[in-house]
């Protein structure tokens, strides 16, 4: 089993940037694909972002491409996902995750772990 808790979310303005964090225990995190995801109110669950158990490489979103930046640190078992240039319509419950089957995927039945989310809001 996995355990996934992220932090690092909250209010902001457009155009300013928030790093979310998301902590992983249980079993062998190195193993692991990890991915990001946003839930607007209303909106299904979207693929945002995900990255090799290397990070050597990382898969976005199209509305995210250029601004958002996730990343890895293993010896901390910890993923990042750096947001740059916020607009209001990244306002979202952002949901960590992660598969054990090696590769990146961007459909959420294909994570096998996630967790509880965080709340971004972008105001305008």
């Known amino acids: 089993q996995v355990q996934l808790v992220e932090s690092g979310g909250g209010l902001v303005q457009a155009g300013d940037s928030l790093r979310l964090s998301c902590a992983a225990s249980g079993r062998g995190f190195i193993s692991l694909v990890m991915g990001w995801f946003r839930q607007a109110p209303g909106k299904e669950r979207e693929f945002v972002a995900a990255i090799t158990w290397s990070g050597g490489t990382t898969y976005y979103a199209d509305s995210v491409k250029g601004r958002f930046t996730i990343s890895r640190d293993n010896a901390k078992n910890t993923v990042y996902l750096q947001m740059n240039s916020l607009k209001p319509e990244d306002t979202a419950v952002y949901y960590c995750?992660?598969?054990?089957?090696?590769?990146?995927?961007?459909?959420?039945?294909?994570?096998?772990?996630w967790g509880q989310g965080t709340q971004v809001t972008v105001s305008s």
């Open positions: 995750a992660a598969n054990d089957k090696g590769g990146i995927y961007t459909t959420v039945s294909l994570y096998d772990y």
